[in-house]
């Protein structure tokens, strides 16, 4: 054997003697005792055996308390040409952050006959703060205007609340209208 070969083969055993050890596939349990697999490959699930499924508890996810909403009244309603406007200011009581809301506001008349309806939508209003929007219903005077009323807002994600949340209307829950001495405003 020549040198070149002889050089070869002693850094091959020396690589070898530098591998890591071959790992395993082991368990560990965490802070709230489930049961993760770590893999040789780097990788890591959760153990789930058919007696701790159903003994798991399902995850919660948080409700929208009664004494925590958002707050919806009429800061303002103005005479524009063409119609009328309302400003709105929606005040976020929530424990989370309001990504999206899109709530119909319709214009009714005295004779309890709808005008028309507009939606709006307020975005990215943090926990404590307020947001404003104006909604225009044109062909209409503000004194025209006897009844404004809040409906659908199922458009939403608020918190644990979105679109796909089962049940209509939970959106829709959480807006508390504040009175207002300009018109009737409900939902």
């Known amino acids: 054997m ?9 850094l091959l055993a020396l690589a070898l003697a530098f591998t890591a050890p071959a790992r395993a596939d082991f368990e560990v349990v965490d802070k709230k005792g489930r049961r993760i697999l770590l893999k040789d490959n780097g990788t ?3 153990v789930v055996n058919a007696d701790d499924a159903a003994s798991a508890p399902e995850e919660q996810k948080p409700e929208v308390k009664l004494d925590e909403t958002l ?5 303002r309603r103005t005479e ?3 119609g009328c406007s309302f400003e709105l200011a929606l005040a976020n009581q929530l424990p989370f952050e309001v990504r999206n809301l899109v709530p119909d506001f319709s214009a009714y008349r005295a004779n309890g006959l709808i005008h028309s ?11 404590g703060e307020v947001r404003n929007k104006t909604v225009q219903f044109n062909g209409i005077a503000c004194w025209d ?11 939403c994600e608020v918190g644990p609340l979105n679109k796909f949340t089962e049940g209509k209307g939970k959106c829709l829950a959480a807006i508390k209208v504040q009175p207002s001495d300009l018109l009737t405003f409900n939902k």
């Open 145 to 155: 205007i006897a009844r404004l009323q809040v409906h659908g807002a199922d458009r």
């Open 2 to 10: 020549g040198r070149p070969v002889l050089f070869s083969l002693g």
């Open 71 to 75: 707050a919806l009244q009429i800061v």
């Open 117 to 127: 309806t507009q939606l709006t939508s307020f975005a990215w209003i943090k926990p």
């Open 80 to 82: 524009s040409p063409g």
């Open 44 to 46: 890591w699930r959760f």
